[in-house]
């Protein structure tokens, strides 16, 4: 019999009472890892509650207190860091040294809402009008809820909920059903950092689960990551709700080629950011961009391409691992089927084997040269190792290219040209740019800045910003009198 997970509530693993179980499948054997409840009304009732309870003293908590709490889980996390990139690695298919970057990326966010309080202060001016003082304070909102994709299942649970909490609140976190352990890992090391024990709660599910969750009306804010047909979904009835909400979203990620480029490094950051993780990232490049003389490249880059080869988690000969599922496989593959007539094949990965695994969702190494921009493949997210080739006579033409995608993530510019870069990053029309780095993630103080339909929502969070997302900002006006005073005259703060 499998292990049947837990839902993580009111500050206890319980198990579910719902009759609705799936399997959690590892993606190079199809072994049966577990089996993921999609919880209840009652249990989602449940959460709900205990998160709203834990809110009512929690916000109370100074925020130092809240602080320490995150210095003893990001201690946590790194004394158990090879524990959890190894459940991540099983039920996710990548690579360990991969799921150690997810779950290394996830720390470095703890990190800094440990360090969050001098976010949290508010602003004063003084003599907004003749002796009036204006100033605001930054106040917590209530229960947040996260929905997270399976790609990432440490690092973007780790975006959400202590930042969230951090800043005062409570949190539901609703994981991907396809990686679910990841998370309760995540949520165990949490209990054990200390503090209430029902700030965090972990419910399980698809998409009744979710669909409960955004429209009730306990919840004040939304933070979701995954695919585009489900992020504007979640962002359009989140705000139809009026609940705060940030839904990041997919991509489709260019790296423009220089002909001044460093050849060798040019070739090897687009092999690395095109079928690293199988092409899973949403900053993945999947599509480069060769500028004039440039496309002579192609013939390095499709023998570079070849030597890599996915294989298990475990071996270090695997260059990425599986997708995440026999679906994903399906869905990748007649996309390559239909590439083949839309462009010029150049690496063929989809009748991939691996010895050892016959059963696992391998997909291999695929190239794609003469993509048009009208075709399905380059329309489509592919999220497979799969990388697609264009050529354009011109930075102009690329940039304009660019700039018609739907889709404004990630890009990247390899050049030697400072001109080119500046003149790149000044016009592209991208949230997260690189010059010279394949896939620019931002650390946390910083924040994660997808575009147009990359991500829905105003408040560009994760890192600094995620305190305007997490918080409420009140503005106060103020006005003192002496109480014999009739005037306006001799108004005063008293601070001390
Ligand atoms: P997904 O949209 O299928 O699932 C994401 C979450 O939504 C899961 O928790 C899932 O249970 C839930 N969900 C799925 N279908 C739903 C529905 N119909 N209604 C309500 N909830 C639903 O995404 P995925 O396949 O897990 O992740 C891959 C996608 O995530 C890719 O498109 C990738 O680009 C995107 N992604 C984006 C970012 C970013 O920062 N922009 C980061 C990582 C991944």
Known sequence: MAEKLSLFIDGDFVKSDTKNWVEVLNPATQEVLCEVPFATEEEIEKAVASAKQAFLSWRETPPPERSRIMMKYQDLLKVNHDEIAKILSRENGKTFEDAKGDVWRGIEVVEQAANITPLLMGETVENVAKEIDSYSYTQSLGVCLGITPFNFPAMIPLWMFPMAIACGNTFILKPSEQDPMTANKLAELFLEAGGPSNLLQVIHGGKDQVDKLIKHPEIR?????????VGQYIYRTGTDHLKRVQSFAGAKNHMVVMPDANKNKTIDSLVGSSIGAAGQRCMAISVAVFVGSSKEWIEDLKNEMQAVNPGPWDSKESGFGPVISPQAKEKIIKLIERGKDEADCLIDGSACEVEGYPKGNWVGT?????????SEIYKTEIFGPVLLCIEVDSLEEAIKLINA?????GTSIFTASGRSARKFRHEIEVGQVGINVPIPVPLPFFSF?????SFYGDLHAYGKQAVRFYTETKTVTERWFEEDEESTKNLTINLE
């Open 221 to 229: 804010a939304i933070s979701f990551v995954g695919s585009v047909a």
């Open 366 to 374: 695929t190239l794609f040269a003469n993509v048009k921009t009208d």
């Open 405 to 409: 995608n739907p889709f404004g993530n």
């Open 449 to 453: 800045t997808g575009w147009k339909q």
